[in-house]
C-alpha cells in the first residue's frame, strides 16, 4: 500500500514537472507582439512620432491583466 502511493507521488510529481516545464518555456520563448508595420509597441516613441508629424495617439489595450 506505501509502495502503491509512493509510485503515485512519483507520477504525479513528474506530471507537475512536465506541465511546469511547458508553462515556462511557452512564456520565455514567446514572441514579443508584433504590432504591424506602421504602429509602435513603445510608448515613448509612439509619442514622439506623433508629435513629429502633429498627429494623434490611439493607445489600443488589450488582455484581461490590466
Known amino acids: 500500500m506505501v509502495t502503491m502511493k ?3 507521488l512519483q507520477k504525479m510529481t513528474a506530471i ?3 506541465i511546469a516545464l511547458v508553462a515556462i518555456s511557452m512564456f520565455a520563448l514567446a514572441p514579443k507582439a ?3 508595420e506602421g504602429w509602435e509597441t513603445d510608448l515613448q516613441k ?3 512620432t506623433a508629435k513629429a508629424g502633429d498627429k ?3 493607445i489600443n489595450f488589450t488582455g484581461s491583466d490590466w
Do not use: I, M, P, W
Open 6 to 8: 509512493k509510485h503515485s
Open 16 to 18: 507537475f514537472s512536465v
Open 34 to 36: 508584433n504590432a504591424g
Open 46 to 48: 509612439a509619442k514622439a
Open 56 to 58: 494623434s495617439l490611439l
